[in-house]
């Protein structure tokens, strides 16, 4: 109606962003990438190092919402964990920045972790990247493929997490169904980012979720990494949500499908020690967030 205010909707994400304590974790070319940490209550904390879960959001390289994974940060620091959201570049916020400067970044971020490990109280060998289409690429590219370093890193600590989660990765970034290819400087490092290349024994265990309509993202391309992967003796999960598209898992678009994911995720970190079995642990209702 003319004359009416309408309300705006809540972002749930980031509201829950404020509940966070915000570090820079780093700096490049007079930009400040902040990182967003929940600590756990001190009734769940556990009495030895936390472990950590590192998340990254979705994008195309050229925009995203780092308070998109804040429920999951909020869920898994209820469970006793540490919990990050990380800043890294894109297009849309840092001219000039695409895939590239992401993997930098996810490889930074990592490491920032491990070499401020004592001070947070982390475990540095219990860290688990968490990342959304080209944030799960960036994540996986540092469990995956040498170099890619930021000059200014400390190289001889290793930004290869624990423990891999993704969310509808862009893993083929080099065959002709790649998405995004616009997005790359050049052919030759497009093809050096390609996931596919990089496959070899000794991963860090993986699980991937990925909606088998995805139109953005093929679904093939989990598919085929999680089978390849799987053959050179490493852990990589996969779990088809089929009919669903891209982006399915987020809060604020399917409760149901992020309590599913969820559920997937707490029970992956169960099964490799990273958090304890809680048989009271449950995300409740939705109006909780």
């Not at 070499?115 to 990342?131: Q, T, Y």
């Not at 596919?196 to 995805?214: N, Q, S, V």
Request: aromatic share 12%; glycine share 10%; charged share 20%.
């Amino acid at each position: 109606m003319e004359g009416h205010l309408r309300t705006p909707p809540i972002d749930r994400g980031r509201e829950l962003l404020k509940t966070a304590r915000e570090e820079i974790f780093k700096s490049v070319n007079g930009v400040d990438l902040p990182v967003y940490i929940w600590e756990p209550d001190a009734d769940k904390a556990p009495p030895y190092p936390k472990s950590v879960a590192a998340f990254f959001f979705s994008s195309g390289w050229d925009n995203g919402q780092i308070a998109q994974f804040a429920p999951h940060c909020v869920y898994f620091a209820s469970r006793g964990m540490m919990t990050m959201c990380f800043d890294y570049r894109v297009s849309a916020r840092h001219p000039g920045s695409g895939p590239l400067q992401a993997m930098a970044d996810a490889r930074s971020a990592i490491r920032w972790i491990r070499m401020n490990a004592v001070e947070l109280g982390v475990n540095p060998g219990k860290i688990i990247g968490v990342g959304g289409s080209g944030g799960g690429h960036a994540i996986a590219s540092a469990a995956v493929l040498n170099g890619f370093d930021d000059p200014s890193d400390v190289t001889d600590c290793s930004p290869v997490p624990n423990a891999v989660v993704l969310f509808n990765p862009v893993i083929d970034t080099w065959s002709r169904y790649a998405p995004y290819q616009d997005r790359w400087p050049d052919n030759a490092s497009r093809k050096a980012a390609d996931l596919y290349r990089g496959i070899k024994a000794g991963f860090p265990p993986m699980l991937i979720m990925h909606g088998t309509e995805d139109r953005v993202v093929p679904f093939d391309g989990s598919y085929t990494f999680a089978r390849k992967s799987s053959k050179k003796k490493n852990i990589c999960r996969l779990i088809e949500f089929d009919g669903k598209g891209h982006g399915f898992f987020n809060f604020n678009l399917s409760f149901e499908m992020y309590e599913a994911t969820l559920m997937a995720m707490d029970e992956f970190f169960v099964e490799l020690g990273f958090i304890e079995p809680d048989p009271n642990a449950g995300l409740g209702k939705e109006d909780a967030f």
